[in-house]
């Protein structure tokens, strides 16, 4: 074989870690460990807990879901510097994609698919929001964690969501989150960033306040945490990913929250809102889970028709994998669903507290569920009043959620061949919301240099970008 040439001149070397994942699944393979997914034995316990979709009462032709609109983020932090690796610019994004279910039906029936009605039938949108992560500062002389305040309070006010008869900013939105759907949050519940200060609670509105303790500058946006996962050492790209979540959080809160005040009496009872995860807030940001499950229970209340219809899919993780387990080992049928308890819960995460899992984290319920044609997906739901999780096992039983119906429906209407257990919807705001590899990390490390105001690159050469992987 020929090796390739380096623009040296020199051969191509093989990489010092090109054997490493190899070297690693070797060692894990001689390793002594137990993974719950391998080892599918004793499954008559199971029984009781799996319900044949034909006991989860479908809903009638006339009510069925016409249209999916989802929701998926995408973020990346990529290294601006020749030289200075630890110099890190972030970008956080999440796309929205309508789906006219009607159409994408009436086009199966056909012969041949119209291009044309199928463009027609979906319709995007994007957020998009970056900043400097590590390494580099909004100005000189502050502390990364004091750049991460103030750059968020500036995105926040700066970045809107704008979607037909939609216009409001992420700090709208996040005042929204913290009232109801009819009247937004005038201030919001903020703890003092600076160490030593324990002032906690204090209620900041939109142009923010000033602790009464240590006269620090507060931010309406400090309520989301994220300075708390920022260190001076590392990419941050935990704090990152926690921004992305929150975005999509408040983009659901957005749409969801247009059609509920303009379209209450016919979009938003036919509609399926799908977020691309679990209905859940992790880290810092946790506590937002209550806020989300508040608002979304009283926009139900205040909703005489039915809606919003709500879910996330899940597709990764410990549970993911048991899913798909139990889907080849045959102990789920398409069309069955799997009443997640604790019981489940303790088997596949081993939790030393099983009966409280989730309580911290998630505002929808998990269900595992195996579509008419086979894809198996993990499913959170909201129930409509009350607590998916709690100290006490939550509420785990099918019949506490109403929407289940018509979710599965959605669910078997809209398999997606592109991915595996696959959506439609998912894929089209995934389409949208993902930075491409190659091409697109160059353009990222382009536009990140000009905002922090470096050459295109540190020693002056022209920056080529790398051919787009297929």
């Not at 209450?264 to 859940?280: E, Q």
């Not at 979304?296 to 993911?320: D, I, N, R």
């Not at 998916?388 to 997606?416: C, F, K, M, N, W």
Request: hydrophobic share 40%.
């Amino acid at each position: 074989m020929m090796p390739y040439r380096q623009i040296t001149g020199s051969p191509e070397r093989a990489s010092r870690t090109s054997h490493a994942q190899a070297a690693v699944r070797a060692a894990a393979d001689r390793a002594v460990f137990h993974v719950p997914a391998e080892h599918i034995r004793d499954i008559a316990w199971l029984g009781p807990r799996v319900v044949p979709r034909g006991q989860v009462a479908r809903p009638e032709q006339a009510s069925r879901l016409s249209s999916v609109i989802a929701i998926d983020g995408s973020q990346m932090a990529v290294p601006v510097r020749d030289g200075l690796p630890s110099v890190r610019y972030g970008y956080a994004q999440a796309a929205a994609a309508y789906l006219d279910l009607d159409a994408l039906e009436a086009q199966r029936r056909e012969r041949f698919v119209d291009p044309v009605a199928l463009h027609e039938a979906v319709n995007t949108a994007l957020v998009s929001l970056d900043l400097p992560t590590a390494g580099a500062y909004t100005r000189e002389g502050i502390s990364i964690q004091q750049s991460w305040r103030e750059a968020v309070d500036r995105l926040f006010a700066a970045k809107r969501i704008e979607v037909n008869r939609l216009d409001q900013s992420l700090l709208d939105l996040l005042f929204r989150l913290h009232g109801t759907p009819a009247h937004p949050a005038t201030s919001v519940p903020v703890n003092c960033p600076r160490q030593g200060c324990n002032s906690r609670r204090l209620q900041v509105g939109r142009r923010g306040g000033t602790c009464p303790g240590c006269r620090t500058r507060l931010y309406a946006t400090d309520v989301l945490r994220l300075h708390d996962e920022v260190l001076e050492e590392g990419s941050n790209q935990a704090a990152l990913g926690r921004l992305m979540q929150t975005v999509e959080l408040l983009v659901l809160i957005g749409l969801s929250t247009l059609l509920w005040d303009q379209a209450r009496a016919d979009l938003l009872p036919s509609t399926l809102f799908i977020l691309d995860g679990p209905l859940a807030m992790y880290g810092p940001s946790a506590k937002l889970r209550a806020r989300a499950l508040e608002y979304f229970q009283a926009m139900t209340h205040t909703a005489p028709h039915g809606g919003p219809y709500l879910c996330g899919v899940e597709k990764s993780g410990a549970m993911a994998d048991y899913a798909r387990a139990l889907a080849r080992h045959d102990v789920l049928s398409p069309g069955d669903l799997l009443t997640v308890d604790d019981k489940v819960i303790s088997v596949v995460t081993q939790a030393d507290n099983p009966r409280a899992y989730g309580a911290e984290t998630y505002w929808g319920r998990k269900f595992i569920y195996r579509s008419l044609d086979g894809r198996v997906l993990v499913l959170t739901v909201p129930p409509p009043r009350g607590a998916p999780y709690d100290d006490h096992g939550g509420q785990p039983e099918p019949s506490a959620y109403p929407t289940l119906s018509a979710v599965l429906d959605v669910i078997d209407r809209t398999g997606s061949s592109m991915f595996q257990d696959g959506l439609i919807p998912v894929a089209l705001a995934h389409g949208t919301a993902a930075y491409p590899i190659g091409v697109g990390t160059d353009v990222l490390r382009l536009v990140a240099r000009r905002k922090l105001g470096l050459p295109a690159s540190a020693t002056g050469e022209r920056v080529t970008p790398r051919p787009q992987a297929s």
